[in-house]
């Protein structure tokens, strides 16, 4: 049976027994979620029906989810089952049939549907845990005999294998799995499931939610019994298509295939080649379906991820002795593959092109310098006879030179060397611990979380959201509790927007016969919310007659930042291409922010046709309406979706006439006049391969426009030249100053240039100075930290320089560090901190001065290690 028809037969299996089929979740999980960095298991979607924070659209569900998981990626390519990315299919009850159900329905379809045999079924069942103070599960042990299960293929494991837990406090309960017994051949004829054989084949997870466990170790019994299933495709496919790997089967075998055309070699042939070739496949289907997800490289949370399996299947192309690109070809033979099950993968063939190209050309130059070193170390503890290399080598190939930890671990276990884990540990604690040593902000919520979900569930009713249409109502005080002198209430209708989807909550008032209240905050809870209000006069309490109205102004300047960045995103798509997408954002009634994966600076050209093009769309007056349609309709329609937000089977789609759609829930204008001027006020990086746009509308551009206006006034001015001759007045005095810095500095300057550029380091691709100096006045300060930067290219230079009882400190860095995400700004000031002084400066350039000029080593010390790990990642 190929994979296709195992995913169909499984879904349509429990669709005909009364269970709602589900579409995929993305790889990417919700904003809310902030429990993983990505899907790693099927019922993780289902998390807030589960948790009881929503109600489930149907009491049964099932689903084929997209999941991806990293625990076991040493084991990649080694076994014949582990993956990275794979897809899960799963039937879930919420509150409907237990164990009884999932057992009859597990082996069922196991022998009905996918022929299995039930005398090769093996079962394992909780076997109890006496911390636990739970006994085996007897109710699932009778089930499993009830459907002709016999005794001695009924095994019981501990908690550690047929127990699951959500964490370490919430719901939970024991588990079943189902194993096949591949025969004695695989194993030793006393082998059982839970042994380390491969001879069992576990295939089938039954979860059987029914207990609460407390921080105290003890158990409740939840009120809600529910069932969570997972049950792996590729596991099913190898089995029913009776081949010894995952990789023998119709997902895997195209991609294998591809790399052994480009290598020459076949799986099987030897040992290395063999698991260099099941990890291009794997991690190849892996980083696609992440890219199509908006996942893009970084250093950082998911992104890191995604590069370190990019970058471990171009280390692993090396060993196969590929020559030339790799991961562009084999994403473009996953798509062939995948993609009538996965449209978005064709959908998303251009970005997963570009950035898998992009990733593999600049890991080729650290590559090739770090295997080099790391060649070097490896030949030198040979030669010492020892079996290690230090944390501080493996420090220095990862910080200086930007080679993965974890590929010096795998390619020094290939030649029987180690690393000290635990060292290089601390160092990379260390250098984050020196990193941020320049200060810290905690940030406070509003109201603790856990006590508005609290309230919001024991209030008994949920909140209606009416705020598209009204903006002003009558409604009631449903329920109230003081917090901190104010008050969390909840209205049974709502006019007002709860913050999400990167629109800031509405404010406004609320107010009854008795009193008078400041909205403060507005709290999304799924479908629900709760407000935050501050009490200005007199008294509010439960049960009160209430007229609830936002503020509209400043819901109208929100609006018309919201509207403006749908086209801000629709014009960098036309602009730089189909890659560019939603990374992030903030939309409030002072601006918009817009975060977007982009591998690059815009030129100015592109900034001003950007702007241009917004612009044209404002004026030009399209009209915006909002309309509810079913989410395969509006993928149809070409709608964009939000990474990381969760959509259900009816979904809001915001289209702007013949410009974009997209999938949103937030507030807009009704056509795209009513933003009335746009500008944009700054293009930055957010982080690696993200960039980030700021702007304005309406009323606030108009003042942006205005203090625009007004420093040309006063360049002019200056210059004692009329407005219109401004900018060809700077650009001579540019010319001018740039002509007095190129001519011959004196010896002295030029010797200590010459010598700091030789001590330069490089980090990560950035060329690293961070030095004492002396150098007499800071205007000459800054004149050395220029040239040097300007001979060095891509750099970072700080300086600092005392006398006369002062230290001078100045940071110098050039648009790739900034890429890299370093700020002068941030690193000068963390260095004045240390020899009693303070400064600062832009982005590029920043000065700063203190008085304690004996500190200056330490200050350099602590700015280099700063700067070294910002570029470690």
């Given at each position: 049976?190929?994979?296709?028809?195992?995913?169909?037969?499984?879904?349509?299996?429990?669709?005909?027994?009364?269970?709602?089929?589900?579409?995929?979740?993305?790889?990417?999980?919700?904003?809310?979620?902030?429990?993983?960095?990505?899907?790693?298991?099927?019922?993780?979607?289902?998390?807030?029906?589960?948790?009881?924070?929503?109600?489930?659209?149907?009491?049964?569900?099932?689903?084929?989810?997209?999941?991806?998981?990293?625990?076991?990626?040493?084991?990649?390519?080694?076994?014949?089952?582990?993956?990275?990315?794979?897809?899960?299919?799963?039937?879930?009850?919420?509150?409907?049939?237990?164990?009884?159900?999932?057992?009859?329905?597990?082996?069922?379809?196991?022998?009905?549907?996918?022929?299995?045999?039930?005398?090769?079924?093996?079962?394992?069942?909780?076997?109890?845990?006496?911390?636990?103070?739970?006994?085996?599960?007897?109710?699932?042990?009778?089930?499993?005999?009830?459907?002709?299960?016999?005794?001695?293929?009924?095994?019981?494991?501990?908690?550690?294998?047929?127990?699951?837990?959500?964490?370490?406090?919430?719901?939970?309960?024991?588990?079943?799995?189902?194993?096949?017994?591949?025969?004695?051949?695989?194993?030793?004829?006393?082998?059982?499931?839970?042994?380390?054989?491969?001879?069992?084949?576990?295939?089938?997870?039954?979860?059987?939610?029914?207990?609460?466990?407390?921080?105290?170790?003890?158990?409740?019994?939840?009120?809600?019994?529910?069932?969570?299933?997972?049950?792996?495709?590729?596991?099913?496919?190898?089995?029913?298509?009776?081949?010894?790997?995952?990789?023998?089967?119709?997902?895997?075998?195209?991609?294998?295939?591809?790399?052994?055309?480009?290598?020459?070699?076949?799986?099987?042939?030897?040992?290395?080649?063999?698991?260099?070739?099941?990890?291009?496949?794997?991690?190849?289907?892996?980083?696609?379906?992440?890219?199509?997800?908006?996942?893009?490289?970084?250093?950082?949370?998911?992104?890191?991820?995604?590069?370190?399996?990019?970058?471990?299947?171009?280390?692993?192309?090396?060993?196969?002795?590929?020559?030339?690109?790799?991961?562009?070809?084999?994403?473009?033979?996953?798509?062939?593959?995948?993609?009538?099950?996965?449209?978005?993968?064709?959908?998303?063939?251009?970005?997963?092109?570009?950035?898998?190209?992009?990733?593999?050309?600049?890991?080729?130059?650290?590559?090739?310098?770090?295997?080099?070193?790391?060649?070097?170390?490896?030949?030198?503890?040979?030669?010492?006879?020892?079996?290690?290399?230090?944390?501080?080598?493996?420090?220095?190939?990862?910080?200086?030179?930007?080679?993965?930890?974890?590929?010096?671990?795998?390619?020094?276990?290939?030649?029987?060397?180690?690393?000290?884990?635990?060292?290089?540990?601390?160092?990379?604690?260390?250098?984050?611990?020196?990193?941020?040593?320049?200060?810290?902000?905690?940030?406070?919520?509003?109201?603790?979380?856990?006590?508005?979900?609290?309230?919001?569930?024991?209030?008994?009713?949920?909140?209606?959201?009416?705020?598209?249409?009204?903006?002003?109502?009558?409604?009631?005080?449903?329920?109230?509790?003081?917090?901190?002198?104010?008050?969390?209430?909840?209205?049974?209708?709502?006019?007002?927007?709860?913050?999400?989807?990167?629109?800031?909550?509405?404010?406004?008032?609320?107010?009854?016969?008795?009193?008078?209240?400041?909205?403060?905050?507005?709290?999304?809870?799924?479908?629900?919310?709760?407000?935050?209000?501050?009490?200005?006069?007199?008294?509010?309490?439960?049960?009160?007659?209430?007229?609830?109205?936002?503020?509209?102004?400043?819901?109208?300047?929100?609006?018309?930042?919201?509207?403006?960045?749908?086209?801000?995103?629709?014009?960098?798509?036309?602009?730089?291409?189909?890659?560019?997408?939603?990374?992030?954002?903030?939309?409030?009634?002072?601006?918009?922010?817009?975060?977007?994966?982009?591998?690059?600076r815009l030129s100015a050209e592109e900034v001003a046709d950007v702007e241009s093009r917004v612009s044209g769309w404002v004026a030009g007056g399209?009209?915006?309406?909002?309309?509810?349609?079913?989410?395969?309709?509006?993928?149809?329609?070409?709608?964009?979706?939000?990474?990381?937000?969760?959509?259900?089977?009816?979904?809001?789609?915001?289209?702007?006439?013949?410009?974009?759609?997209?999938?949103?829930?937030?507030?807009?204008?009704?056509?795209?006049?009513?933003?009335?001027?746009?500008?944009?006020?700054?293009?930055?990086?957010?982080?690696?391969?993200?960039?980030?746009?700021?702007?304005?509308?309406?009323?606030?551009?108009?003042?942006?426009?205005?203090?625009?206006?007004?420093?040309?006034?006063?360049?002019?001015?200056?210059?004692?030249?009329?407005?219109?001759?401004?900018?060809?007045?700077?650009?001579?005095?540019?010319?001018?100053?740039?002509?007095?810095?190129?001519?011959?500095?004196?010896?002295?300057?030029?010797?200590?240039?010459?010598?700091?550029?030789?001590?330069?380091?490089?980090?990560?691709?950035?060329?690293?100075?961070?030095?004492?100096?002396?150098?007499?006045?800071?205007?000459?300060?800054?004149?050395?930290?220029?040239?040097?930067?300007?001979?060095?290219?891509?750099?970072?230079?700080?300086?600092?320089?005392?006398?006369?009882?002062?230290?001078?400190?100045?940071?110098?860095?050039?648009?790739?560090?900034?890429?890299?995400?370093?700020?002068?700004?941030?690193?000068?000031?963390?260095?004045?901190?240390?020899?009693?002084?303070?400064?600062?400066?832009?982005?590029?350039?920043?000065?700063?001065?203190?008085?304690?000029?004996?500190?200056?080593?330490?200050?350099?010390?602590?700015?280099?290690?700063?700067?070294?790990?910002?570029?470690?990642?």
């Amino acid at each position: 049976m190929r994979a296709d028809d195992i995913r169909e037969t499984y879904l349509s299996f429990f669709e005909a027994r009364d269970h709602r089929r589900m579409p995929s979740a993305s790889l990417v999980p919700p904003a809310e979620d902030q429990t993983v960095l990505l899907t790693t298991a099927g019922m993780q979607p289902f998390k807030p029906f589960f948790q009881g924070d929503e109600s489930p659209p149907h009491p049964r569900l099932t689903s084929c989810q997209k999941v991806f998981r990293t625990p076991d990626i040493e084991e990649v390519g080694i076994t014949a089952r582990h993956l990275t990315f794979f897809e899960m299919l799963g039937n879930f009850s919420f509150g409907d049939y237990f164990k009884q159900g999932a057992v009859e329905f597990a082996l069922e379809l196991s022998r009905e549907g996918f022929g299995l045999d039930i005398d090769d079924i093996w079962i394992t069942v909780f076997g109890g845990d006496r911390e636990l103070g739970i006994g085996p599960d007897e109710e699932a042990i009778a089930c499993w005999r009830a459907v002709g299960i016999p005794d001695e293929r009924i095994v019981q494991l501990g908690r550690e294998d047929n127990f699951w837990q959500a964490g370490p406090i919430g719901p939970c309960g024991p588990c079943s799995e189902l194993y096949l017994d591949r025969g004695p051949e695989f194993g030793g004829p006393d082998d059982r499931p839970g042994d380390d054989t491969e001879r069992f084949l576990e295939f089938w997870n039954l979860v059987f939610m029914q207990l609460e466990l407390h921080e105290d170790g003890s158990t409740t019994p939840l009120p809600d019994q529910n069932i969570d299933t997972g049950l792996g495709l590729d596991r099913m496919a190898a089995i029913l298509q009776d081949v010894p790997s995952v990789y023998e089967t119709e997902h895997f075998r195209p991609l294998v295939g591809l790399g052994e055309e480009l290598s020459g070699k076949a799986m099987g042939e030897e040992p290395a080649g063999t698991r260099a070739l099941r990890i291009l496949a794997d991690h190849g289907r892996g980083m696609t379906f992440l890219l199509a997800d908006g996942v893009v490289p970084s250093n950082e949370d998911r992104g890191y991820v995604l590069r370190r399996i990019m970058r471990r299947a171009i280390q692993q192309a090396r060993v196969l002795d590929i020559e030339g690109p790799v991961l562009p070809k084999l994403c473009d033979r996953v798509i062939e593959v995948m993609g009538h099950a996965y449209p978005d993968l064709g959908a998303s063939r251009e970005a997963i092109a570009k950035w898998s190209g992009a990733e593999e050309e600049s890991f080729g130059r650290t590559l090739t310098q770090g295997e080099r070193l790391l060649r070097e170390k490896v030949a030198s503890a040979k030669e010492a006879e020892t079996s290690w290399i230090s944390a501080d080598d493996a420090f220095k190939l990862h910080d200086t030179y930007g080679f993965p930890f974890e590929l010096t671990r795998e390619m020094l276990a290939e030649e029987g060397l180690a690393v000290d884990d635990q060292g290089f540990a601390e160092l990379m604690e260390q250098a984050r611990r020196t990193a941020r040593a320049g200060g810290r902000r905690e940030h406070a919520g509003e109201a603790d979380h856990d006590r508005v979900v609290s309230f919001a569930r024991s209030a008994g009713f949920p909140s209606r959201f009416v705020g598209y249409s009204e903006t002003e109502l009558e409604t009631t005080i449903g329920a109230v509790e003081g917090d901190d002198g104010r008050l969390l209430a909840k209205l049974p209708e709502s006019p007002f927007y709860p913050e999400g989807g990167g629109q800031v909550s509405d404010s406004g008032t609320v107010e009854t016969a008795t009193g008078r209240a400041e909205v403060a905050a507005v709290f999304r809870l799924g479908d629900d919310q709760a407000v935050l209000l501050e009490v200005t006069d007199g008294e509010i309490g439960t049960g009160q007659s209430a007229k609830a109205s936002i503020d509209r102004s400043r819901r109208l300047a929100t609006e018309a930042n919201h509207t403006a960045t749908h086209l801000l995103h629709a014009a960098l798509r036309e602009r730089l291409g189909t890659h560019v997408r939603q990374a992030g954002s903030y939309v409030g009634p002072d601006k918009l922010r817009f975060d977007f994966t982009h591998g690059e600076r815009l030129s100015a050209e592109e900034v001003a046709d950007v702007e241009s093009r917004v612009s044209g769309w404002v004026a030009g007056g399209h009209g915006v309406q909002a309309v509810l349609t079913s989410k395969d309709e509006a993928e149809r329609l070409g709608a964009m979706a939000l990474f990381g937000e969760k959509y259900g089977e009816v979904v809001r789609m915001v289209e702007i006439e013949d410009i974009s759609r997209e999938l949103c829930g937030g507030t807009h204008v009704l056509g795209t006049a009513e933003v009335g001027l746009f500008h944009l006020t700054a293009e930055t990086s957010s982080a690696s391969n993200v960039r980030r746009i700021e702007a304005v509308t309406g009323a606030a551009g108009m003042d942006a426009f205005r203090e625009r206006t007004e420093e040309l006034r006063q360049i002019a001015s200056i210059l004692k030249v009329p407005e219109r001759d401004a900018v060809e007045a700077v650009r001579k005095l540019s010319e001018r100053a740039r002509e007095l810095s190129r001519q011959t500095p004196k010896r002295d300057d030029r010797e200590l240039a010459e010598s700091l550029i030789a001590g330069a380091a490089e980090f990560g691709g950035v060329r690293v100075v961070a030095e004492v100096v002396d150098v007499p006045e800071p205007k000459a300060l800054l004149a050395l930290s220029d040239r040097v930067k300007q001979t060095l290219g891509d750099s970072a230079v700080v300086l600092g320089a005392g006398g006369e009882g002062k230290a001078n400190l100045v940071a110098n860095f050039s648009p790739m560090a900034l890429e890299r995400g370093l700020k002068a700004g941030d690193v000068v000031r963390a260095a004045a901190q240390i020899v009693g002084g303070g400064g600062g400066g832009r982005d590029d350039m920043a000065q700063a001065g203190g008085r304690d000029p004996e500190k200056l080593p330490d200050a350099l010390a602590s700015a280099r290690a700063a700067i070294e790990a910002a570029l470690a990642g």
